[in-house]
């Protein structure tokens, strides 16, 4: 009992003497190696706070190779948030090699926050299913647009960011927990925003008679946004879409357009 006593007491001591900072290393990394997925997915998202600090850039990038898709999605996220530049790299092979849609996702929304313009080339290809070269997407990449699960995981975020409606809210989740891609190639138009590229910008005008309404509206509030009144001819058709949400969209945008 004595013993035990003693320990205690040392432990004690030893924790007494950590700095606030020292502890805060060790409780994240603690959590890194934590066997339990959701400790391990809070640990690396915390570490996204932790900006222009090497060691815990390493410890993200670490977590990129974890065995659990879910922690390797926040590592990703992470190293965004902590404008990881020297990461890109990394996040590339994550976008190349991994299986699971979210993780690929996230790091290409991260390699997009650190200002890669490779993040264009994935977006761009996810909205058109074909790479700017022509060169068609293999399989596996198109399989990934059918993960409703991912879709599911990504929270909506990125496929709801571009309603210009609260109330489209709703039917955007209804339209979202089907089996189709929509969601996630409305965030992919949306991502193109910011695009310098000519074929984005034809890529955007073709993708405004899309299949899917909610591809369509977001195609043409990323036209409105980019502010290029040459695509307006793509949008001018959509004033009589057979979608009330296409239709106030595209009103919006030949308004914003004809300025």
Same mark, same amino acid.
Do not use: C
């Given at each position: ?27 994240? =990394? ?7 997925? %959701?400790? #391990? ?12 600090? =090497? #060691?815990?850039?390493?410890? !993200? %990038? ?7 898709? *879910?922690?390797?999605? !926040? ?31 996230? +790091? ?12 264009? =080339? ?7 299913? %074909?790479?700017?070269?022509? *060169? +068609? ?34 039917? $955007? ?10 969601? $996630? #190639? ?15 910008? *034809? ?27 040459? +695509? ?9 879409? %057979?979608? =009330? ?10 308004? #914003?357009?004809?300025?």
């Amino acid at each position: 009992m004595y013993r035990v006593m003693a320990i205690a007491v040392w432990a004690a001591g030893i924790l007494a003497a950590q700095t606030p900072v020292d502890r805060s290393w060790s409780i994240l =990394e603690s959590g890194l190696k934590d066997q339990a997925m %959701e400790r #391990r997915v809070k640990a690396v998202r915390a570490l996204g706070l932790v900006v222009n600090n =090497e #060691r815990s850039r390493k410890m !993200a %990038e670490t977590a990129l190779a974890d065995p659990k898709p *879910e922690v390797r999605a !926040a590592a990703a996220d992470a190293l965004g948030q902590m404008g990881a530049k020297a990461s890109v790299p990394k996040l590339i092979d994550a976008i190349k090699g991994d299986k699971d849609t979210a993780v690929v996702f996230a +790091s290409a929304s991260a390699i997009s926050t650190l200002g890669d313009p490779r993040a264009f =080339e994935f977006y761009y290809a996810v909205l058109m299913g %074909e790479r700017k070269t022509g *060169e +068609s997407l293999v399989d596996s990449q198109m399989k990934m647009l059918q993960d409703k699960r991912a879709v599911a995981q990504m929270g909506l975020q990125a496929g709801l960011g571009f309603v210009p409606f609260g109330s489209l809210g709703y039917t $955007v989740f209804k339209t979202a927990t089907k089996d189709d891609s929509s969601p $996630v #190639r409305a965030a992919a138009a949306q991502k193109l925003i910011r695009d310098s590229d000519p074929k984005s910008a *034809e890529a955007l005008m073709k993708a405004a008679s899309d299949g899917k309404w909610l591809v369509r509206a977001a195609v043409i509030n990323a036209i409105a946004q980019r502010g290029d009144s040459k +695509s307006l001819p793509a949008v001018l058709p959509r004033l009589d879409d %057979e979608n =009330e949400s296409v239709r106030f969209t595209a009103a919006g945008a030949i308004l #914003r357009l004809s300025k």
